[in-house]
């Protein structure tokens, strides 16, 4: 199986800050890679696919890259509603696979 | 609109068996794969496994091939989870979702299940 490792596992960050999540593959999974946000008692919601593509309707603050097997979330200035759980999930072959997802907290 | 909507909450005791459901609408339930994955309480997300409506052709992640069965009646656009003797440790949160190129675009509300004795 492909192992999918997230970093941080917790960030604090305040509103309007500039927020980074890592996800690294234990083998080269080209971009197929996706990032899902998830709060509490939600379902997970999909933000990016194919590594950079931004899901419609997801605010452009939200951006993705990478490839091979280092990828990266950014949101650009951290907003309230973003205050959540992101998950990265490989999807190269059909043993799709999720990171084990950091939680962004206030500050 | 693309909806999913899952069965209510389930509470069973060990060994009991349960199957759960997730109904699909406004798509063409036959043409795009479904997924089901776990969360167990306080934890991240695990693939369980996808079904493909269209021919029931179902793939599963060896973590759980055995553990649970995936099936689906396109007649009535319902996918389906399912256990033949619950555990302790199935106590999670379980969601489908429909995939669209190999990622999650639409998910159900999910389905909890609490196994207790």
């Known amino acids: 199986d492909i192992q999918m490792t997230q970093s941080p596992s917790t960030l604090s960050a305040s509103v309007g800050d500039r927020v980074t999540i890592t996800c690294r593959a234990s083998q080269s999974i080209s971009s197929w890679l996706a990032w899902y946000q998830q709060k509490p008692g939600k379902a997970p919601k999909l933000l990016i696919y194919?590594?950079?593509s931004l899901e419609s309707g997801v605010p452009s603050r939200f951006s993705g890259s990478g490839s091979g097997t280092e990828f990266t979330l950014t949101i650009s200035s951290l907003q309230p509603d973003d205050f959540a759980t992101y998950y990265c999930q490989q999807y190269n072959s059909y043993l799709w696979t999720f990171g084990q997802g950091t939680k962004v907290e206030i500050k | 609109e693309v909806q999913l909507v899952q069965s209510g909450a389930e509470v069973k005791k060990p060994g009991e068996s349960l199957k759960i459901s997730c109904k699909g609408s406004g798509y063409s339930f036959t043409s795009y794969w479904i997924g089901w994955v776990r969360q167990m309480p306080g934890k991240g997300l695990e693939w369980m496994g996808i079904?493909?409506?269209?021919?029931?052709?179902?793939r599963y992640s060896p973590s759980f091939q055995g553990q649970v069965t995936i099936s689906a009646d396109k007649s009535i656009s319902t996918a389906y989870l399912q256990w033949s003797s619950l555990k302790a440790s199935d106590t999670a949160m379980y969601y489908c979702?429909?995939?669209?190129?190999?990622?999650?675009?639409?998910w159900g509300q999910g389905t909890l299940v609490t196994v207790s004795s």
């Open positions: 194919k590594a950079s």
């Open positions: 979702a429909r995939l669209s190129n190999g990622v999650c675009s639409h």
């Open positions: 079904i493909y409506p269209g021919d029931s052709d179902t």
